[in-house]
């Protein structure tokens, strides 16, 4: 039989018995940090956020590695932001980020990134958000597909008003035919919009253009059938045009409007001017 060894003092053991509890602890950190968060998750979704952020702070020590670093700051941003905390949501998301991207975990940077974009959206940071939808973890996701279509809508409709406006400025300045052009460039964004097409109509009749004029304020007529501005200039280009038979048909389908507003028109001088040989605002219309 071999000579047994005996190890004096602890020396020896040291080593063996300080591996032999990392393995032990280990197992039992990472069951008790996926407990904790399985638990948080049953309190999140019962839209219990507070205790499922005290949870999740119980849980944050536990985290070891980068990539249960990064999963449990991504929960515990959502959770603030579903608090209305957006401050501390942006800081636990934006370290989280950070954190994943060495993990080249793509399903966890994917889920993150959109968080970043989700908050971002709603504080109106379209840009800031853009950035983290098209990124390549997010982009081409569900999420991330729909609000770069919701932000390019957005945009659109920015560069519509941008036109608008622009439209508006010539217009008071007597530039009516820039202000046509920006008209044109917004309705290239916004066809079916009928207040677009009464600020062309109006600038069409002031530069003389009656024909288009009364086809563009028809066309707005068509979309809004109650939109006051448009039967006032639709008047004033029959009235131009002499189109006696047009009038007439205005005035019986635009009765009540008509009925309704007669005051507004009768405080319009340039309706009074160029229709004064027509009887438009008569009770009897």
Known sequence: MPPIRVFRGMRG?????????????TPL??????ASLGRAGQAFQSADYSNALSLLRQ????????????????????TYYNL?????????????????????????????SNNLGLLEYAEGNHQVAKSYFSNPWANGSPTATTYLANIQRHERLNEAKQHISSGIGYRRRGDFENAIKEYDKALEILPDSARIQEFKGYAQFRLG??????ETLNNALRIEPDRLNVVINLFKSYCASNDIEAIEALIISSRD???????????????NRVC??????????
Do not use: C
Request: glycine fraction near 4%; aromatic fraction near 8%; hydrophobic fraction near 40%.
């Open 257 to 271: 409007l008509i009925s309704q507003h007669r005051d507004v028109l009768r405080r319009d001088g340039e309706l």
């Open 209 to 214: 253009d009656h024909q288009g004029s009364i």
């Open 84 to 112: 209305d905390d957006i401050r501390r949501a942006r800081q636990y998301l934006q370290r989280a980020f950070e954190q994943a991207k060495p993990t080249e975990d793509a399903q966890l940077l994917r889920k993150i």
């Open 276 to 285: 004064k040989n027509f009887n438009i605002q008569s009770d009897d219309a």
């Open 59 to 78: 849980a944050e020590p536990l985290a070891e590695t980068p990539h249960d670093q990064a999963k449990i700051g991504n929960a515990i941003g959502w």
């Open 13 to 25: 053991m040291k080593p063996i018995f300080v591996l032999f509890v990392s393995l032990l602890l």
């Open 29 to 34: 950190a990472q069951a008790d940090f996926s």
